[in-house]
């Protein structure tokens, strides 16, 4: 049976649904009046051609979003803040913590650290004005970390080298005041230019690149590295730095090349969380580049390194997929692993070209991923980004721009935003924040998506979730509007299954044998089918 409840429903340039089919009269008089002001409400917020808002807005009953799983090693601090939507303030609870730990009730930050390995379950509970909310929660002590894709943003594709700790700060206030640590962003990375280079002119980051006695100097623009991670720290966010396993980065500043053990363990002094490690110029000491043994030597040498360390370190490496990254990567110690060239290598239209042969190119290597390490296809360039120096808004359309987001949920990559999170715009926060499509990302299953039929440019992708239900991705890589189906055979089902628009977070009714849904030109669609 083929059956679609749905109608599309083009009003103000705004795309919309809604479900006609069985609605009476006086129904649709209302459904009349609700268009006329959305259409009203949609110009009055500026929003252009099909900058269609899907997330609905979060209740103001508290919520606990996030992952349902966290892990970190025995014996080394110990770092989550609870993301949770709402009115505030909220105040925080919890049953089960693990000796060591502690929560604060005002700011939900749970932190110390457990000697004993082990699995722990955690009932955590918010409450405010509004009502209350509890949530299961696994700590889970051992020797994995990021046992869900990690959520975070970085400096690179916002500022390339042009950062600060003025800067990074600022932007970590403003993970917190937009509301992104509250559905679960919680990494702060700065990448390529907080150091100095062996030949600038600059006076901010010119040589000496290490004092005497070997220890990396930081650009007068990073002044105080500890006090800035203490400071993201005393927030619950967690702090990345960046370095090349060569003598330098991509930008050219010193790397870490014969100093590995002396810089990684400046780096934990320092009082950092993650390590993002780009093969940079260590390539040029390579006599092949897709050589595994010679690709998995720095990671090695660093991966062994980070794991004597008495922090836990998120390890992410990057050599743009050459060779077989993602057979080795866990095996160094790695929790991500780059499998592509930079994905906003140019925003001159070919944005959409990457991201789309990028995203869809991981089809493959979803063998390779699962909790504690991750295929990475590159930071997600929304909001405004930089191009030639300026910040410029993505250049993506909102269908590309839901793509995008709807891809690396269903591919379960760390979610690390690249835009500027001082000036995020209604649109660009609906999309990076819909707590049911983080869900589909974060799932405790960590199954990467895969595709499970194509027609043409038409895709649909399926990512079993923990509960038995699946999540389905529509996806149109075509240049024009299509309708996209899903047979219930191509997921392994039979007969009548409900199905739920994730993006709108509303059920739609049970379907026998298919689905089918208008997916808009390089648009997609997201659901989960029960
Ligand atoms: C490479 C990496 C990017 C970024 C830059 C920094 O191009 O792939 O992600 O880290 O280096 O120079």
Redesign the pocket.
Known sequence: MHRQLECDVKSGGRLMRASTSFLGASQNLVLLLFLLFSMTAAFAQGIGADKEIRTPPPPAMPRINGPGIYGAHPGHPFLYRIPATGAKPIKFSAKGLPKGLMLNSETGIISGSVKSAGKYVVQLHASNARGKAGRSFRIVIGDSLALTPPMGW?T?YMA??NISQKMVLAQADAMISSGLADHGYSYVNI???WNRKPDSKDASIDPPTRDAQGNMLTSSNFPDLKAMTGELHGKGLKTGI?TSPGPR???GYQGTYQHEEQDARQFAAWGFDFL?Y?L?SYAELMKDRHNNDEAKKPYQLMGSILAKLDRDFVFNL?E?GWGDVSQWAREVGGNFW?TT??VGAGLDGSLWKSMDAYGFGEAGLEKYAGPGGWNDP??ILLGKIIWKDKLVPTPLTPNEQYTWMTLWSVLDAPLVFGGDMTQLDDFTLNVLTNDEVIAVNQDVLGKQGVPVSKSGKLEVWLKPLEDGSKAVGLFNRGDEDSDVTVKWSDLSLQGEHKVRDVWRQKDLGAFKEDFHSKVGAHGAELLRVW
């Open positions: 970085s690179w390339y080298t990448d390529d230019g960046y980065t991509c930008g993002k780009d940079c990057c743009y780059r060239d930079d590159d930071n």
